[in-house]
């Protein structure tokens, strides 16, 4: 932390430097936030990418929970590609914080947060059209299989945020641990929210998690959505939700008061306590 607060200061007296100098603020507020609840940062080797993380593996062999991120700062304006995707509020990492749970995991999405000069693999369309694709969802899914590893665990609840549930949904089509899975103002429909934008279409190279939503059917799911979202509509969700199996295990919760990024984190802990309860279905 200290090496990125110098580099911080030494950056803001070049006004040459002021976008990455706001990276590394950014950088430095997460890394704050993970030390106050005894999370470690962690890089982690996932092809092809390298990818930032905050950890608390503290009870070997239990279940882990693993937040991931949301598309962060993709986009600067409606047709400017940020330079660096690092989010400016980094939800996911601020509901991470309030998981009580001794096994929790925050994955940032490929290039967010990472310095790009440790990510060569890192380019604009890993952010945007192609946030989704097999590369980003494999090196995503082997991230997931190096902290089950490292936390010698059987069972993985996943939880992601924004367009990080997305990335959920994918990596638990792909494997046979996840044993709930929770989103909070998740994109669970690129094709449809691109849609009711008015933007242009996802790469053909991303994936659709409407595609894998019938094989989820037997995973606890709760898809969190705020009644203020003018970001995701709740149609996105209902897309989903329709696509999964008859009496699925699957709730769509709104909640009043919160829109796309304000109020999730107070209200977090009580939507973490709700019951993965699938008797009735």
Avoid at 19 to 48: C, H, I, K, T, Y
Avoid at 61 to 80: H, L, Q, S
Avoid at 105 to 112: E, H, S
Wanted: charged share 20%; net charge neutral; glycine share 6%.
């Amino acid at each position: 932390m200290q090496k990125l607060l110098s580099l911080f200061l030494v950056c803001s007296l070049f006004a040459g430097c002021a976008a990455n100098s706001q990276v590394v603020e950014r950088r430095v507020r997460a890394e704050r936030l993970a030390e106050m609840v005894g999370f470690q940062e962690l890089l982690v080797d996932a092809a092809p990418f390298k990818l930032t993380a905050y950890a608390r593996l503290s009870q070997p062999g239990k279940p882990i929970n693993i937040y991931i991120e949301g598309d962060g700062y993709a986009w600067v304006t409606r047709n400017r590609i940020s330079h660096d995707p690092t989010p400016r509020q980094p939800v996911a990492l601020q509901l991470a914080s309030e998981d009580p749970a001794p096994n929790v995991v925050y994955l940032a999405r490929p290039c967010q947060f990472t310095p790009q000069e440790m990510n060569s693999a890192c380019e604009e369309t890993y952010w945007t059209g192609m946030r989704f694709s097999e590369e980003v969802i494999g090196a995503m899914n082997q991230a997931v299989d190096k902290f089950m590893k490292e936390a010698q665990s059987t069972e993985v609840h996943l939880i992601g945020y924004s367009g990080g549930a997305t990335v959920a949904v994918l990596v638990a089509a792909r494997r046979k641990d996840v044993k709930s899975i929770r989103t909070v103002a998740g994109n669970l429909d690129p094709a449809g929210l691109n849609e009711y934008h008015e933007v242009s279409p996802q790469d053909p190279r991303s994936l659709d998690p409407l595609e894998v939503a019938v094989k989820l059917r037997d995973i606890p799911q709760y898809h969190f959505l705020g009644m203020g979202d003018q970001v995701v509509p709740a149609l996105v969700t209902e897309n989903f939700v329709r696509k999964t199996a008859p009496n699925a295990c699957v709730h769509a919760v709104k909640v009043k008061g919160i829109d796309h990024k304000k109020g999730w984190v107070n209200a977090w802990p009580g939507l973490l306590a709700l019951p993965l309860d699938c008797s009735g279905k």
